[in-house]
């Protein structure tokens, strides 16, 4: 029944299943704004792959020798989210956390697994399915739009995948839009620092943590902390929130 449900959606999507590209946006007058230009072209092919073995992505990500994954409950406790929040899962890829995060949020909760790779989408399905997870959506999203309506979300968690987006402007004004005013913003990613990280880091990762974080202030969230999570000597845990509304 859940896949039923999950194919459901992806047809629902189907814009983000026949085409991946950014929505231009229109003006009042019927102008439309020029495509942005992508930060980092192709580093998103390999996903978009219909063949794409997911298995290989299992092994790669589910292991101990990875940070996230053996600090995983550690950066569930950071999040400290409660039961009744939905969150969003953004470039949920095998679904690392989508047990964890049903648990925690509870049956008055909700969790939004997002990614922009369909075979990735089909694996948190069928992980909800097994696992009677009914508090899971699997959504397929674009590269630059998390496809979640206004204010429909709590707290929106971004590890490992910031650097995949494309067009950062336009993906992080999709999540400013989705999260509900004050609602928190964490990014796990990876720290690029030449001279110190490993040069595949350097050659994959396009940008520092200071520079990920001015694009994101940028985009309207106030900074609240760098959280310090045990275990963690590549990655960082950075919190933000979207501000409250005016008065």
């Given amino acids: 029944m859940f896949r039923n449900c999950c194919l459901l959606l992806a047809l629902c999507f189907s814009p983000c299943v026949f085409s991946m590209a950014p929505v231009r946006a229109q003006d009042a007058d019927g102008t439309v704004e020029a495509e942005p230009q992508s930060v980092k072209p192709g580093i998103n092919e390999s996903f978009l792959d219909p063949d794409l073995d997911v298995g290989s992505f299992v092994d790669r990500f589910e292991v101990e020798s990875r940070e996230i994954f053996s600090a995983r409950d550690r950066v569930m406790e950071n999040l400290k989210l409660q039961p009744g929040d939905k969150v969003a899962d953004i470039g949920t890829g095998t679904g690392l956390f989508v047990e964890l995060f049903s648990q925690a949020v509870g049956k008055d909760g909700w969790v939004y697994a997002i990614d922009i790779a369909p075979k990735f989408i089909e694996r948190v399905g069928a992980i909800a399915e097994m696992k009677s997870l009914v508090n899971v959506t699997p959504v397929l999203g674009g590269q630059n739009d998390i496809r979640l309506a206004p204010g429909s979300i709590n707290a929106a968690f971004i590890c490992d995948v910031y650097h995949h987006f494309e ?6 004004h999709s999540i400013f839009t989705a999260l509900e005013p004050g609602g928190q913003l964490v990014v796990i990613d990876f720290e690029r620092i030449p001279g110190v990280s ?37 990655n960082y845990f950075l919190r933000f929130r979207r501000p409250e509304a005016a008065n």
């Fill in 198 to 234: 490993r040069d595949w880091l350097l050659g994959h990762v396009r940008a520092g943590k200071e520079v990920f974080r001015k694009e994101i202030e940028s985009a309207g969230f106030e900074f609240v902390e760098e959280v310090k999570v045990p275990g963690f000597r590549e």
């Fill in 167 to 172: 067009f950062p402007a336009d993906s992080l």
